[in-house]
């Protein structure tokens, strides 16, 4: 059996137990920073910004999406759909700010 761990801890990929956990979940961080980062390129400019960029830009807007939408009192109950929804939203913030910033 493996240990439990707290939301949002990374399991340990040294532990051969927590090997194939740790390994599902940075898959699982790339394919909803794939999405999410594509999606926000499809609704702030019409196509996405490249793989590595929509990545980056979803992984992000995963962090920037969970953290709004504590501060508005709402939690994801994880899941994929979830997720993918909460970092398109942050994304998106991000992208407008960059956009926001490079006209001042």
């Known amino acids: 059996m493996g240990t439990t ?5 990374v ?6 137990s927590n090997a194939k956990g740790a390994h599902m979940y940075f898959l699982y961080l790339i394919l909803v920073g ?6 926000a390129g499809k609704i702030m400019k019409g196509s996405g ?7 980056i830009l ?7 999406g969970g953290w709004i939408l504590r501060l ?4 994801t ?3 994929l759909l979830p997720s993918i929804l909460a970092a398109i939203l942050g994304a998106v913030v991000l992208v407008a700010l960059v956009r926001v910033f490079k006209k001042l």
């Open 5 to 9: 761990r707290r939301l949002g801890e």
């Open 11 to 16: 399991p340990d990929a040294r532990d051969s």
């Open 34 to 39: 794939l999405v999410a980062g594509w999606a």
């Open 49 to 55: 910004y490249g793989i590595v960029t929509d990545i």
């Open 58 to 64: 979803g992984i992000a807007g995963a962090v920037v």
């Open 72 to 75: 508005l009192g709402l939690y």
């Open 77 to 79: 109950t994880g899941g």
